[in-house]
């Protein structure tokens, strides 16, 4: 479905979640890969739970913002938040999912993450973002690495899966890091 861009990118455009894309975000979140890379969990949310959670994402909530990813054939790729923004300090946390893992290794996370980012930092004026990224996800750490987030600490085998335990990664990219200049997506000029 195609739909106004926000946002848009070398390879993915961002806009506003739809109720239409509710029954494919619930196809792709009963892949059990996905659900755990994402919480670390099995069985997520239904379809009655993934609409409710479209429709909040719909709704203008001052703390979070959640927009759809897409490719230009117009197909829903994924979903990436700020969320817990903290007007006062400038900070927030930071999720994003591709559901389709045929949409994995494209590059289409990265830019997504970066589309954002720079969206968060030039008009919320954020200072820092943060995430967490469970230890068995090299794909998500390499991903946000190339967008210049780092390593800050572990939550030490915070993760029981089999029977083993995974650690947690706190990651984070500051202000200093992103060049809004370089977004080729700003149009508005960064100085007078
Ligand atoms: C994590 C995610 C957002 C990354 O987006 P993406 O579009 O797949 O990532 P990109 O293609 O931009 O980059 C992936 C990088 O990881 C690398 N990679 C893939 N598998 C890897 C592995 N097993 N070990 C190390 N690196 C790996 C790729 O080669 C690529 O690096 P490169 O460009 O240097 O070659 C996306 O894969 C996703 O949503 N996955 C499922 C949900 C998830 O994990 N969400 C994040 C939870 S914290």
């Not at 479905?1 to 975000?25: S, W």
């Not at 970066?114 to 230890?135: C, D, E, Q, R, T």
Request: charged share 25%.
């Amino acid at each position: 479905m195609q739909r106004p861009a926000v946002l848009t990118g070398e390879k993915v455009y961002l806009g506003r979640l739809a109720l239409e894309d509710v029954p494919t975000i619930t196809q792709h979140t009963a892949n059990l890969e996905l659900t755990t890379y994402l919480r670390g969990e099995g069985l997520v949310l239904g379809v009655e739970g993934t609409r409710a959670w479209v429709e909040s994402t719909l709704k203008d909530t001052p703390d979070t913002v959640t927009l759809a990813i897409l490719n230009f054939k117009h197909e829903l790729v994924g979903a990436v938040d700020l969320r817990g923004i903290n007007y006062q300090h400038g900070t927030s946390d930071l999720g994003i999912a591709l559901y389709n893992p045929a949409h994995w290794d494209r590059g289409y996370g990265t830019e997504a993450v970066k589309l954002i980012l720079a969206y968060g930092m030039y008009h919320h004026n954020l200072y820092n973002v943060m995430l967490k990224v469970f230890s068995f996800n090299p794909r998500a750490i390499r991903a946000y690495q190339k967008v210049g987030f780092r390593e800050i600490g572990r939550r030490t085998g915070a993760i029981c899966l089999g029977g083993r335990r995974f650690d947690e990664v706190f990651m984070e990219i500051t202000r200093n890091d992103v060049h809004l200049e370089k977004s080729a997506m700003f149009r508005i000029p960064l100085e007078e």
